[in-house]
């Protein structure tokens, strides 16, 4: 069935380099990703929302410059974390939305050391 | 955007029927309810999702009065396995509240 792949699973990163995230839609076409963040011990909170071939929309309080969302196909969909914090130390979540059907990613957990 | 409300923590033991509520009082008429769990670690996963009255499938049933402003999680038989986090949420944005922790003892 239809599932979202997310790559890499974890990513371990200096402090000030970037790192990108994909998450790929599988067996269907995500025509809007949304990206989720989550803090040990806390609930999933909403990144931003892409559609494709469109600009991300990012909810308040979230870089754009710093967290980059590229949504260039209906399968994939990127996060860049660009100069990273271990602040940015948290668990990464992509969701595949398209006409029928929508999937959560395994999750991306990032260290940055 | 509607607003979440469930209770923080449950307990239960295996082989009890488990019921979550959730308090959703400013849900939209074209939202759909969905409850998603999530271990630890792992991104949330699928449980079931209705719009009114009440729905079932193999894993568990959901139970929505017909003011739609609250919706009732129902877990059959649960096992230690069933330890997670259970989310509900409504729309298609998906914004998550705080989950209820629930936690199966033998």
């Known amino acids: 069935g239809a599932v979202v792949s997310q790559h890499p699973s974890w990513v371990i990163c200096k402090s000030g380099t970037s790192v990108k995230i994909e998450c790929r839609s599988l067996?269907?076409?995500?025509?809007?990703m949304f990206w989720y963040r989550q803090f040990p011990k806390q609930s999933l909170m909403l990144m931003a929302t892409?559609?494709?071939?469109?600009?991300?929309?990012?909810e308040q309080g979230v870089e754009k410059d710093k967290f980059l969302i590229n949504h260039a196909s209906l399968t994939l969909s990127t996060l860049t974390v660009t100069s990273a914090h271990p602040e940015d130390s948290s668990f990464y979540i992509c969701r595949g939305v398209g006409a029928y059907e929508q999937y959560f990613g395994p999750g991306t957990r990032l260290t940055v050391t | 955007l509607a607003k979440t409300t469930q209770p923080i923590s449950m307990d239960s033991y295996e082989g009890q029927e488990v019921n979550i509520t959730c308090s959703h009082n400013?849900?939209?008429?074209?939202?759909?309810i969905t409850w998603y769990q999530q271990f630890p670690s792992q991104g949330p996963r699928f449980i079931i999702q209705?719009?009114?009255t009440k729905v079932t499938n193999e894993v568990a049933s959901l139970f929505i009065p017909a003011d739609r402003k609250s919706s009732t999680l129902s877990l059959p038989r649960v096992s230690l396995s069933d330890t997670a986090v259970y989310y509900c949420?409504?729309?298609?944005?998906?914004?998550f509240g705080q989950g209820t922790e629930l936690s199966v003892k033998p």
């Open positions: 067996d269907f076409q995500a025509t809007t």
């Open positions: 400013n849900i939209a008429t074209n939202d759909y």
């Open positions: 949420l409504v729309g298609r944005k998906l914004i």
């Open positions: 892409s559609n494709e071939g469109s600009k991300a929309t990012y």
């Open positions: 209705g719009y009114k």
